[in-house]
């Protein structure tokens, strides 16, 4: 069994081989009809002159009976017979073709002694003067004819296909070069590939392929940074623990161990909580770099569930502000992604937000200044704030600001900041109008 064609220079090759091939046999078939056509019209027009010659040069009163020529003079091309009205032969130019006295004036083919022949027949001064000649010799040339044409071809064949593979192998040269670069690189080079001097048709490949590399390396790099920060802020945390577990060995009474036991139990908690919060970074931005496709959602729907979970579990005065007239405002979005940033951005607002202070969540669609296939998701609380100065280190990951309590993880921004990321946008932090603590707002894509 054959094996398929693999490479796309054998392909190149074969079928240019192949087309050759067809083109000269193509050629040659049409070389021989061709010459075929001229040898009939040739042959035909010299036959007819033949026999006017003879016409024109009989004597008068030829006498009956076969004029002998001798072997050497005698024409096997053209057979010219002379025969009488009566069915008498007179002459004859070649003994062994002797052809029927019957014949159609004019042009014909007759078969005589296992061939065929060309004959055209003409009568004069009571004589019919037969020209004929034998259609294997009309062949013989027209093949010979189509053979020289056909020939030159496929001789020149093998320096066509050299010129063809020098010119495939040119063509295909770009390939071979982004290979040898791909050979060259280390396990952790994942800079793109040289896009210059490329054909049209391996350019997006590689475009295409630079864009992968592109996604590799921010999911290493975020992969880098996740573990790096987990051991870092792992660090005192555990540290932490290890000196509460301590404390509470060394406890002498009831009431020592049971503070240690407290404290201990606030240290998982807060332990716990910063795992969670780190997995939650780090799948985020594992999404951002996965470029995985947005759909449409109801965003003012998605705002009044997040906002219920968090009035179950705090029992805070959360508001929602939803367009006016009704109708959803649909967002091209993560439905899960914007959970976790609402769920964080409301966690950040009723922690800052002072006792019996207020929460609230707005849905509104953009403004004239704004692109108009836009929605606004804002959560402003009445706490604090954040000074102009600090607002844009807040969305650092484990920046916390000077004199907070020191229970957060310094994620709850980064992680909704991550998030709007995944949304090609990013998150605005000012002073809110209407309850005088941080607004934090975000713009998303209107869907259609």
């Excluded at 864009?211 to 290493?220: C, E, N, P, T």
């Excluded at 406890?251 to 332990?271: F, N």
């Amino acid at each position: 069994m054959l094996r398929p064609l693999t490479s796309l220079r054998a392909r190149l090759l074969w079928f240019v081989l192949l087309a050759i091939l067809a083109t000269a046999l193509l050629q040659a078939t049409l070389a021989l009809r061709a010459a075929r056509a001229e040898a009939d019209t040739i042959f035909d027009y010299h036959m007819q002159q033949v026999a006017q010659s003879l016409r024109a040069g009989l004597p008068q009163g030829l006498a009956t009976g076969v004029l002998p020529l001798p072997p050497e003079e005698q024409d096997f091309d053209f057979v010219v017979q002379i025969w009488t009205l009566d069915g008498n032969l007179i002459f004859q130019s070649a003994s062994r073709a002797e052809l029927p006295p019957r014949a159609v004036l004019g042009f014909a083919e007759v078969d005589a002694h296992g061939t065929q022949y060309r004959v055209y027949s003409v009568l004069t001064r009571g004589l019919v003067i037969q020209v004929a000649q034998d259609m294997a010799v009309r062949e013989r040339m027209a093949s010979e004819l189509a053979l020289r044409t056909a020939v030159p071809i496929l001789l020149l064949a093998p320096m066509l296909m050299l010129l063809v593979g020098w010119l495939v192998g040119t063509s295909l040269a770009p390939v071979n070069r982004v290979r040898q670069q791909l050979a060259a690189r280390t396990a952790d080079d994942l800079t793109a590939v040289a896009e210059t001097a490329l054909p049209d048709e391996l350019q997006p490949l590689v475009h295409e392929f630079n864009g992968l590399l592109q996604r590799l390396s921010l999911a290493f790099e975020t992969q880098q940074r996740f573990v790096a920060d987990a051991a870092h802020e792992l660090r005192s945390p555990l540290a932490a623990l290890k000196l509460q577990v301590q404390g509470l060995r060394r406890a002498g009474d009831e009431a020592t161990r049971e503070r240690a036991l407290q404290r201990l139990d606030a240290g998982i908690d807060r332990a716990t909580r910063l795992i969670e919060q780190l997995l939650v970074l780090a799948r985020q931005q594992a999404r951002q770099a996965e470029g995985a496709p947005a759909q449409p959602l109801a965003l003012d729907e998605l705002a009044r569930q997040v906002v219920a979970e968090a009035v179950a579990a705090s029992g805070a005065d959360v508001g929602v502000d939803a367009p006016a007239d009704g109708r959803p405002a649909r967002v091209m979005g993560h439905p899960e992604a914007l959970r976790i940033l609402l769920r964080n951005l409301l966690e950040n607002a009723l922690k800052y937000a002072p006792p019996g202070g207020r929460v609230d969540v707005r849905v509104q669609p953009a403004g004239p200044a704004d692109s108009p296939a836009a929605v606004w998701l804002s959560v402003e609380d009445s706490g604090s704030g954040i000074p102009e100065g600090e607002r844009e280190r807040a969305l650092d990951r484990f920046y916390r600001l000077p004199g907070t309590p020191s229970t957060g993880s310094g994620l709850g921004l980064a992680i909704a900041q991550a998030v709007a990321a995944l949304h090609g946008t990013h998150l605005q932090l000012d002073t809110s109008p209407a309850l005088g603590g941080l607004r934090v707002r975000v713009c998303l894509p209107a869907a259609a």
